[in-house]
């Protein structure tokens, strides 16, 4: 079963930015579309972004404008650019294959995540 591991994650100021990466020893879609999720102890993973594999993004609400989610399939590597960053961004944020572009529908395990703290 494919494994992916992030990384990137880290304590940053309000305003700040953050760079996570997303990378797979395999191919990064295999027919899916690719997901960046982040949880916050005591709730559900909440979807943050999508990409397919011919680039269409889709982002949640609370972080469109702000992040940018990439990849590069030659290295078998997803990035998401965290801008602006808020308290509210405080999460570990994981990568996964998804169903579908707006919905809460990953494929596979998941990985350990990363850790993203915003504060002062």
């Known amino acids: 079963q494919v494994q992916f591991v992030e990384s990137g994650g880290g304590l940053v100021q309000p305003g700040g930015s953050l760079r996570l990466s997303c990378v797979t020893s395999g191919s990064l879609f295999n027919g899916y579309i690719m997901a960046w999720y982040r949880q916050v102890p005591g709730k559900q993973r909440e979807l943050v972004a999508t990409?397919?594999?011919?680039?269409?993004?889709n982002y949640a609400d609370s972080v469109q404008g702000r992040f940018t989610i990439s990849t590069d399939n030659a290295q078998n590597t997803m990035y998401l650019q965290m801008n602006s960053l808020k308290p509210e961004d405080t999460a570990v944020y994981y990568c996964?294959?998804?169903?579908?572009?707006?919905?809460?529908?990953?494929?596979?395990?998941w990985g350990q995540g990363t850790q993203v703290t915003v504060s002062s």
């Open positions: 990409i397919t594999r011919g680039g269409v993004t």
């Open positions: 996964i294959r998804n169903f579908d572009g707006t919905q809460y529908s990953p494929v596979g395990s």
